[in-house]
């Protein structure tokens, strides 16, 4: 009787190209999951995955090639959209991206001389009542300028996210048939959290709205709007669920696998950094690590339960007399095979963890990138498997 298999991956934003690699090498060699579970972009690769269709791989993969840059899949949101206009309009110059703000102090700097001159132009060339009356309206400009980016300022303080996701949801819905997904008959779960609980929701293939259950497993707190998928409790709002586990292994545990491929969106290594300046990259900076802590936890537990079940299996056959069902040393070996630890089952571990980050953040969907990502997916993929038959 064969193996009964999941594919768990975990999230990791534009890093998930590197899981289209990994699933590819697989399906060439012939493994097909009977469970699929996933996290963040794992959940869209998971959710595309148990559509279970013959060309599921190259659909998959002719997604993530077709993105180009980081507005195919996220926005900035209307707050920030009304900053950023503010902003252009004191500076005398176009800001759209955050890039555009390396040029603002410069964009400043010379608007002021600008209206400077102009503001003591006016005061030579037109000097009484009149004059006065100019001076006064190139004043009210600025100030008019300054109090729209301070009130904008406050308006993306207090909103809800630096981004949104209506171009993701715009690619789930030209790529995805929540139908096949249903039907398929492949176990689908992927994870969100519930901010309003702070406890770990699992949401599976026939999810009412599968759309807004990936939706909301996809976005992290800050970064993009919260959504509610939750039917018992739709004004929960449901967040990333990466907040609490990065990789759903237990989850497809518990659904009966025997066999898991773990595929990593990022290396368990975090990875060398200088100096780290910048509200942006500071907060980029701690996701990171404190994803590849969790992750490394999930994986090190099972480890324990998959070697403590081992134990039990040595003292079994150590044991110089065969014992009765009902002897505490017998159901205490027995224990310690099926369930060594907190309940939990062992099960065969693969992890495929990525070498190669050619990313700069989980946020940078360069396609360069992304098909280098996938590439190394499918390679060392391949090593593995090699590996794994010697």
């Known amino acids: 009787m064969s193996e009964r298999i999941a594919i768990v991956m975990s999230g990791g934003g534009s890093k998930g190209a590197f899981q289209v690699g990994a699933l590819k090498r697989l399906y060439e060699a012939g493994i097909r999951p009977q469970i699929v579970c996933g996290t963040s972009v794992g959940a869209l690769n998971g959710a595309k995955l148990a559509e279970g269709t013959p060309t599921v791989i190259e659909e998959m993969e002719g997604l993530w090639r077709s993105l180009q840059k980081n507005s195919d899949v996220m926005a900035w949101s209307p707050e920030f959209q009304q900053l950023f206009a503010a902003l252009g309009?004191?500076?005398?110059?176009?800001?759209?991206?955050?890039?555009?703000?390396?040029?603002?102090?410069?964009?400043?700097?010379?608007?002021?001389?600008?209206?400077?001159?102009?503001?003591?132009g006016t005061a030579v060339a037109a000097p009484g009542v009149f004059g006065a009356l100019l001076q006064a309206l190139q004043l009210w400009g600025v100030r008019r300028h300054v109090v729209d980016v301070v009130q904008a300022l406050a308006g993306a303080i207090g909103g809800e996210s630096l981004f949104v996701s209506a171009p993701l949801k715009a690619k789930i819905l030209q790529h995805l048939d929540p139908s096949k997904v249903a039907t398929s008959g492949i176990e689908l779960r992927v994870t969100g959290v519930d901010f309003q609980t702070g406890e770990l929701v699992l949401m599976d293939q026939h999810h009412p709205d599968i759309v807004e259950a990936i939706l909301a497993s996809s976005v992290q707190p800050v970064f993009m709007e919260a959504h509610h998928p939750l039917t018992t409790a739709p004004d929960h709002q449901v967040y990333d669920g990466g907040v609490r586990e990065i990789s759903p292994l237990q989850a497809a545990v518990d659904l009966g696998a025997e066999h898991v491929y773990m595929i990593l969106a990022g290396s368990l290594k975090t990875a060398l950094?200088?100096?780290?300046?910048?509200?942006?990259?500071?907060?980029?900076?701690?996701?990171?690590?404190?994803?590849?802590?969790?992750?490394?936890?999930?994986?090190?537990?099972?480890?324990?339960?998959?070697?403590?079940?081992?134990?039990?299996?040595?003292?079994?056959?150590?044991?110089?007399?065969?014992?009765?069902?009902?002897?505490?040393?017998?159901?205490?070996?027995?224990?310690?095979?099926?369930?060594?630890?907190?309940?939990?089952?062992?099960?065969?571990?693969?992890?495929?963890?990525?070498?190669?980050?050619?990313?700069?953040?989980?946020?940078d969907f360069d396609p360069v990138k992304i098909n280098q990502s996938i590439a190394h997916g499918y390679e060392l993929t391949g090593q593995i498997l090699e590996q794994d038959a010697a």
């Open 89 to 120: 309009r004191l500076s005398g110059q176009e800001i759209n991206d955050l890039d555009d703000l390396e040029a603002l102090q410069g964009g400043l700097e010379q608007a002021l001389v600008r209206r400077l001159a102009v503001f003591l």
């Open 273 to 363: 950094s200088g100096p780290v300046k910048g509200i942006f990259p500071i907060t980029m900076r701690t996701v990171d690590i404190f994803t590849s802590e969790i992750v490394r936890n999930d994986i090190y537990f099972q480890q324990e339960v998959n070697r403590l079940a081992a134990l039990g299996r040595e003292i079994e056959e150590a044991m110089p007399l065969k014992r009765g069902a009902d002897d505490p040393v017998s159901r205490g070996v027995r224990m310690l095979q099926e369930r060594p630890l907190l309940n939990r089952r062992p099960v065969r571990l693969t992890v495929i963890e990525p070498t190669f980050d050619p990313f700069h953040g989980s946020l």
